[in-house]
Structure formats: C-alpha cells, structure tokens
C-alpha cells in the first residue's frame, strides 16, 4: 500500500514538473520543428537507396529519390516521417517503414558579456547558464537577470526576457547584457 503511494506521489509530482516546464515557455522537443542548418537521418527499413544524411540548407528544401524536392524546414520529425510515407507507399513501396531522426541540431548563438562570444552546437536541455560557460563564463561585468533570448517561430523574430535557468532552441540567440551599478 505504501509502495503504491509513493508512486502515485511520485507520477502526480512528475506530471506538475512537466507542466511547468510547458507553460514556462521551455521547448518540447518532441514538438521541434526543423529549421535551415539541422541534419538530418532518413532511413527507410530494407530500402538503403532511399535512406540518406543531410543538412537542410538554406532554402528549406531537399531533393529526396522518387518525391522530387521536399521542403522540410518548418515540420516536426513525424510530419517528415509522414511525409515520406505517403509520398512512396502510392507508387514505390506498399508500407514502408519510415524513421527520421536529428543527427546535429542547428548551432545557438550568445553574444554580449561572455567571454568567447560565438556560435555553438546546440545539446537537447542547454539552459542560458550552460551556455554562457560553454562560451567560456560570463564576464565580471554581465547581468544575469535582463537576458534576452530571439527566437525564430513561424519566420517571425520574437524576442524573450528570460533567466538564466530558462531552457534553449536551436538557432536561439542570446544576448547577455552589461549591467549597470
């Protein structure tokens, strides 16, 4: 009886961390939408002349055996899948299997009182703080409390006030500011 309650405790403390998480603003990747400079795995099952690595480029668009270019830029990983998969079960395969995975996200960039601004190779749960010491620490001058993050969503810029806790994006850039005694 005990043990059943802990773990109901513990399911119910799980489903609130992970609520906050989403009404924080913090990315759910497994809602990740592809963006120019990702790579990619395609890799249809049994079939190694449709299965192939790539970068998406600046266009969006791949040119894939059989379906012609594809724009890819804008769609989550099972979009992708779903993609390819009615795209050659109507003329070239009868079901085939279809997995897409991320082989390299599209970099991050931080800039500002750091101490080797730049670009960076994007890691799933890199918060503000992660990033700043893989760019080498703040500064003795930078503020941690008035960072802004840019962020692309929908070819929109929109521009984030956030803390050093707050979670990332590939293509996110990151200022942090001087601040001021």
Known sequence: MEKS???LLGMMLALFVMSATAQDGNP????YRLGVGDKIL???FGQSDLSMETRLPDVGK???PFLGELKLVGLTLSEVENLIYEGLKEDYLVNPSVAVSIVEYRPFF???EVKNPGGYPYQPGLSVNKAAA???GYTERASRSDIQIVRERNGQQTTLEVGVGHLIQPGDIITVPQRFF
């Open 62 to 64: 791949i040119n894939y």
């Open 134 to 136: 893989l760019a080498g």
């Open 5 to 7: 309650v802990r773990y």
């Open 42 to 44: 395609i890799n249809v």
């Open 28 to 31: 759910n990747m497994s809602q």
């Open 110 to 112: 931080i800039d500002g």
